[in-house]
T-cell receptor, first 116, second 115 residues
Framework: ETGVTQTPRHLVMGMTNKKSLKCEQH?????MYWYKQSAKKPLELMFV???????ENNSVPSRFSPECPNSSHLFLHLHTLQPEDSALYLC???????????????FGPGTRLLVL | AQKITQTQPGMFVQEKEAVTLDCTYD???????LFWYKQPSSGEMIFLIY??????QNATEGRYSLNFQKARKSANLVISASQLGDSAMYFC????????????FGQGTTLQVKP
């Protein structure tokens, strides 16, 4: 595997279900991100993990729960979601250096989530 | 407030011609980075090109070049010799000075290349 992988690629779940999205990066990076992309809206940053520590939580509802067990893996645990949570969820990673502005984020293929 | 604006929701270009996708940004910080990403219908965001606010020259990567006009706060993407595979959504993004790696994205421009 190369780059950033995400599973599953597609997910349909009911509002009472619990599911998890998985992201794995094979780039040796030290930072990982979750983004949400809804129709007709810009990408919204949800969570940032730097060296496995959560450094940003962009006012995300508690029904989304991230987990970063190590610098290569990132999970997004979902429970009691709403239909408006249906979106493309993208994971990204980057190698962050102090004070640098040019570190590029590399994205996975995304998980298309439909909440019924 | 930091913001990225892409005013062209959709663009058409004839195959083999050049096309410019507009991007303007708003920040009061002197240090920032600007990125362009391509998103095909499959969903993956593909990094295309980067421009630093202190870079003296416009960035180029193969058929992609960035027309960086700092005083106007614009960072337009130029795609030369368009190909059918260039049909996709294109996003401009800005990285402000912070240690969180946060990227701010524009609304995107859909490009369709006609044969």
């Amino acid at each position: 595997e190369t780059g950033v992988t995400q599973t599953p690629r597609h997910l349909v779940m009911g509002m009472t279900n619990k599911k998890s999205l998985k992201c794995e990066q094979h780039l040796g990076h030290n930072a990982m991100y979750w983004y949400k992309q809804s129709a007709k809206k810009p990408l919204e940053l949800m969570f940032v993990y730097n060296f496995k520590e959560q450094t940003e939580n962009n006012s995300v509802p508690s029904r989304f729960s991230p987990e970063c067990p190590n610098s290569s893996h990132l999970f997004l645990h979902l429970h009691t979601l709403q239909p408006e949570d249906s979106a493309l969820y993208l994971c990204a990673s980057s190698q962050e250096e102090a004070g640098d502005r040019k570190e590029t984020q590399y994205f996975g293929p995304g998980t298309r989530l439909l909440v019924l | 407030a930091q913001k990225i604006t892409q005013t062209q929701p959709g663009m058409f270009v004839q195959e083999k011609e050049a096309v410019t996708l507009d991007c303007t940004y708003d920040t009061s910080d002197p240090s920032y980075g600007l990125f362009w990403y391509k998103q095909p219908s499959s969903g993956e965001m593909i990094f295309l090109i980067y421009q630093g606010s202190y870079d003296q020259q416009n960035a180029t990567e193969g058929r992609y070049s960035l027309n960086f006009q700092k005083a106007r706060k614009s960072a337009n993407l130029v795609i030369s010799a368009s190909q059918l595979g260039d049909s996709a959504m294109y996003f401009c993004a800005m990285r402000p000075p912070s240690n969180t790696g946060k990227l701010i994205f524009g609304q995107g421009t859909t490009l369709q290349v006609k044969p």
